[in-house]
């Protein structure tokens, strides 16, 4: 039994008579696996169709029809199959039914019941609305496969030949949809000619020539040879750190100077970076070579060799020895600088400031240079210079009363009759007293 969505009772009775016992029962379910869109049992509860659908319908114990219905918005090319009960084309057996199909006024355009046979209607329509009604045959119930497209894709024949083509002139062939009949034309490409060959061999310095003719037609057609390859040694002329090389390819056959590429010379080292504050440990900045054209040079191209120690406040070498396709040496130096102080206190006073610092260790610091200034910028700005690591505190008197001063401080260190100075300490303001 064929049930819809739904609550259902079942009632066992006795029969003939009073009569008492036992009984089993016992009851499986398995959904129909339709994807029709209920109700659909009337022109106007039809269901939509558009584009290109598959439907697998349901016609239960208690349903006798289906209805569908499309809407066409211009001349279109519709294409409608049916399967029913008896064809193997299901999935598992269905109902035994008709297809038919109508127009707006609900006029019979076709009718059919395929037995052992799929339907299948391939029509163009006007413009309009048109239904398709599923009924069965005997009664009972069952699936059935309902596939609509009003996109139409043809079908076409083997073809058949209309004009032969030769080795001087196309050919052509015509196809037929086997649904709706349409034809269109295939060109059929000239066939191969029969050609006859002289060739005038290629040299490294001179090309060559292929003349073929047909011995059919006469065409003759003439196709270059390109010349040999030139059998190249290669040169290399190294770039040094003033003058460009060059990569030279030159032919050992003919003498022919191939490419020639120029190799800019290696102008400039950069480190990256000029200076470092002091933290006892050894600093090693990488290294960056661009050439004349300021390209990076790769670090195949060259080694580095750092100073020793590195450690301590003071000036040290990076040589750069070029290779491969280089030669010469470049170097550049960086610095290790005094750890920065900071400023610990800033106190204005009548027509002056004092100014108190963190103490750095003498190994670190020879002394201390205050920078003051009027404005932000230290434009125009003086330097009071302390000598000694130990001193932490400064005045400076004779300056513009009520008047605000800016003011930073760093380190120095002077090692080897040379001096070294710190990052300067962030910047801090006050005001002179009358």
């Known amino acids: 039994m064929d ?28 959904p129909i696996g339709s994807n029709e869109v209920e109700p659909n049992d009337t022109y106007q509860t039809a269901m939509p169709l558009a584009g290109t659908q598959k439907i697998t319908g349901f016609l239960p114990v208690n349903e006798e029809q289906d209805f569908y219905r499309f809407v066409l918005t211009k001349d279109t090319m519709v294409d409608i199959k049916y399967i029913n009960h008896y064809n193997g084309g299901l999935p598992k057996p269905g109902v035994d039914g008709i297809i038919a199909v109508y127009d707006e006024n609900y006029q019979e355009l076709d009718r059919t019941r395929p037995i052992n046979d799929q339907y299948e209607f391939c029509e163009t329509l006007s413009a309009g609305t048109y239904y398709i ?28 030949v209309t004009e032969a083509a030769s080795c001087s002139k196309e050919g052509s062939k015509l196809y037929t949809c ?18 006859s060959t002289t ?3 290629a040299t490294c310095s001179k090309a060559g ?17 390109p010349m040999l390859t030139h059998k190249y040694t ?28 120029e190799i800019p010379y290696a102008k400039t080292m950069k480190l990256s970076a000029a200076s470092y504050a002091y933290n006892g440990k050894a600093r090693k900045p990488s290294v960056t070579i661009l050439d004349a054209k300021g390209k990076k040079i790769s670090s195949s191209n060259y080694t580095v060799t750092y100073a020793k120690g590195r450690k301590n406040i003071g000036t040290y070498k990076v040589t750069v020895k070029l290779k491969g396709n280089y030669s010469g040496t470049l170097s550049k130096t960086f610095k290790i600088v005094p750890n920065p102080t ?6 204005g006073t009548k027509r002056g400031i004092t100014i108190k610092w963190k103490k750095q260790l003498s190994k670190f610091a020879t002394g201390y240079q205050i920078q003051y200034s009027t404005n932000r910028s230290f434009r125009g700005g003086k330097i009071l210079k ?49």
């Open 3 to 30: 049930l819809q969505k739904g609550t259902y009772q079942v009632r066992v009775a006795g029969h003939a008579g009073d009569c008492t016992g036992t009984y089993r029962l016992k009851a499986s379910f398995e």
């Open 234 to 261: 290669t040169t290399v002329t190294k770039a040094t750190t003033k003058k460009n090389g060059a990569i030279t390819q030159k032919c050992s056959v003919c003498g022919h100077v191939g490419t020639r590429t």
């Open 199 to 201: 060739t005038t061999p």
């Open 342 to 347: 900071r400023i610990t206190s800033l106190r």
């Open 133 to 160: 009604k599923v009924t069965k045959f005997y009664g009972g119930s069952g699936m059935y496969i309902l596939q609509y497209s009003d996109t139409h894709t043809h079908t076409w024949d083997d073809g058949r």
């Open 178 to 195: 086997t649904v709706c009949k349409e034809t269109r034309t295939e060109t059929i490409a000239k066939t191969a000619h029969n050609f």
């Open 386 to 434: 302390v000598k000694g690591s130990t001193k932490v505190s400064a005045k400076k008197t004779r300056l513009k009363a009520a008047k605000k001063y800016y003011v930073r401080i760093r380190t120095y260190k002077t090692v080897s009759g040379k001096t070294y100075y710190s990052s300067w300490s962030a910047i801090k303001s006050v005001k002179t007293k009358r």
């Open 209 to 225: 020539e292929r003349k073929e003719t047909c011995t059919v037609c006469g065409e003759t057609r003439v196709t270059a040879i």
